[in-house]
């Protein structure tokens, strides 16, 4: 199993920045195999993909966030970041770390986000 520890959230003001981590824990956790996303979920909205690596290195990300959020990992430190710049109201959610390989899928708890206008 598992474990999926995300920190770096917080309150910010429009336009500032904050960088997410996700540190990846676990018997046996062979970090480099799997893809990690970064997901949020407003309130009374659904979970969307904000973006992803996979294991070779190759990104995508959300329309919403092209060009001002950049997600990376350290396979060395079992961790993956999201480093979101130009923050605006609308990017406040709860943010959650995704590590998903072939069947497997794991979720950490989530941080928030808040963005203040």
């Known amino acids: 199993q598992v474990q999926l520890v995300e920190s770096g959230g917080g309150l910010v003001q429009a336009g500032g920045s904050l960088r997410l981590s996700c540190a990846a824990s676990?018997?046996?956790?062979?970090?480099?195999?799997?893809?990690m996303g970064w997901y949020r979920q407003a309130p009374g909205k659904q979970r969307d993909l904000v973006a992803a690596?996979?294991?070779?290195?190759?990104?995508n990300y959300a329309d919403s966030v092209k060009g001002r959020f950049t997600i990376s990992r350290d396979n060395a430190k079992n961790t993956v970041y999201l480093q979101m710049n130009s923050l605006q109201p609308e990017d406040t959610a709860v943010y959650y770390c995704?590590?998903?390989?072939?069947?497997?899928?794991?979720w950490g708890q989530g941080t928030q986000v808040t963005v203040s206008s």
């Open positions: 676990g018997p046996g956790t062979i970090f480099n195999i799997y893809t």
């Open positions: 995704n590590a998903r390989w072939q069947l497997y899928n794991h």
């Open positions: 690596i996979t294991s070779g290195g190759s990104t």
